[in-house]
């Protein structure tokens, strides 16, 4: 995905043309986003889960929730940890073995977005101080690439959170025993929403699809949280963007995302 | 895995087994063809409480390149598992135990993939395990052989896949989870109905002389069952609804 060739420089060059005319490739508005479908508890052995379409993008996620060590700093509160990767079937030029660069930053920039905004209280998780506490793993794996893979993976671990049933366990005989039957869902706090946006020539798009992704010559992603405030930002890419610029992706992370906020919330609503 | 005692009860007095499966009767299976839009060939399967995606690519360039042949193209098979797809969750990384299932998964679709007409070429196969419940390779081979077919790479056969065993001193037809970890044998069988070949073979359990062979034989009566699915997925594709 990150070659350049001949067909890549025509795009680019037709992708600019049709943003003059304040067109998209794909007919959509400039601060619109591709169409979300959201279907939660797609692996009924996980203890949450969703499988989310971003246009042509395809992300599952799953949530395993059990008892695990605190780090040594922080003994009062839960672990909260969020992966993503790119599964080899998603594109030809993925390839098996350790995960690039591009992939960690996908990674960790969907794992900053949740974790800064609070949306999981960890101090919740604890099963007896410094000693057990709850581990959250939301673990996404993308299945099909067309673009923008930070807002795909962080609406389905966001979706598959907001689903997830935790187990209890109580500390027993110096070690965590589990409370059977006794499962509630995870204490939330808040709904981030992460939203991408590109920068090409001088022109600024929400969600960039596969195509637009290549063209890009700048990206940032923000995340939102349910208040409206601003809790994450990433920047990537080689070309910079305005102090004004940077202001108005501000604006619109916080008006899109909180659109993309009630899907959320229907996809909770209509798993329960 | 766990131990090998039939404590449990696996089959009760009138032949049900613990999912409530009678002796001969295989898990529900629904396979889809197709499903991905950037792999050259896709497959869906949902095997009982499996749930495996394939994606297929190629023939193409190989890459690192000293790993292509001039006389014949080659078969790369990945079986992986995600880390939610089992009860406690599992490391991303491969483990041994899916680096040998991907080497047999390979070894049982070579005989059917004719990949003398592309050499120096490779063809890519990626099985993603989201969901695992206990013959998770053989649903692998099954929809690995419906996504190559799918992909239009030239076969002599599909392979289909399910596995025997042995519960509570009866032959069985295709081991769930819980069989494969309180049973007393699980043999998975991949098999080639029209050409009449088995291609998968393994077997971890004791069976006298005699249950091994009608091990075998339930195996390929269910393979044959399978490989009806597998041409039923590819029909409904190609020739059926008319809405792909």
Known sequence: ?272 | MGGRDATMVLLDENGIRCDGRKVDEPRRIMIRAGGLKNADGSAYIEFGDNKILVGVFGPRDVHPKHMSDTDTGILRVRYHMEPFSVGERKNPAPSRREIEISKVIKEALEPAVMLDKFPRTAVDVFIEVLQADGGTRCAALTAASVALADAGIPMRDMVAAIAAGKVADTVILDVNNEEDQAGQADMPIGYMPSLKKITLLQLDGVLTPEEYKKCVDVGVKGCELVYELQKKALHDKYFGKGDE
């Open chain 1, 1 to 272: 995905m990150t070659s350049t060739s001949v067909i890549d420089e025509l795009k680019k060059t037709k992708i600019l043309e049709l943003l003059e005319q304040g067109k998209r490739v794909d007919g959509r508005a400039l601060d619109e986003a591709r169409e979300i479908t959201i279907e939660t508890n797609a692996i009924p052995k996980a203890n949450g889960s969703a499988r989310v379409f971003l246009g042509d993008t395809e992300v599952i996620c799953g949530v395993k929730i059990q008892p695990d060590r605190p780090f040594p700093d922080t003994g009062d509160k839960g672990l909260f940890i969020c992966t993503a990767e790119l599964l080899p079937l998603s594109h030809p030029t993925v390839e098996t073995g350790p995960p690039q660069p591009p992939v960690i930053e996908l990674a960790r920039v969907v794992d900053r977005g949740i974790r800064e905004s609070h949306m999981v209280d960890v101090s919740q998780l604890v099963i007896e101080k410094d000693k057990s506490v709850i581990g959250v793993f939301a673990d996404n794996v993308v299945v099909d690439y067309d673009g923008n893979l930070f807002d795909a993976c962080s609406y389905a671990a966001t979706a598959a959170l907001l689903t997830s049933k935790t187990p209890k366990w109580n500390w027993t005989d110096d070690s965590p025993v589990l409370a059977e039957g006794e499962e509630t869902p995870l204490p939330i706090t808040t709904i981030p929403v992460s939203v991408t946006m590109g920068k090409i020539g001088n022109y600024i798009i929400v969600d960039p699809n596969g195509d637009e992704w290549e063209s890009m010559d700048a990206r940032v992603t923000i995340t939102t949280d349910s208040d409206g405030n601003i809790c994450a930002l990433q920047k990537g890419g080689s070309d910079g963007f305005t102090q004004d610029e940077i202001n108005q992706c501000g604006e619109i992370s916080v008006r899109v995302g909180a659109k993309i906020r009630e899907k959320l919330k229907e996809a909770q609503k209509g798993s329960q």
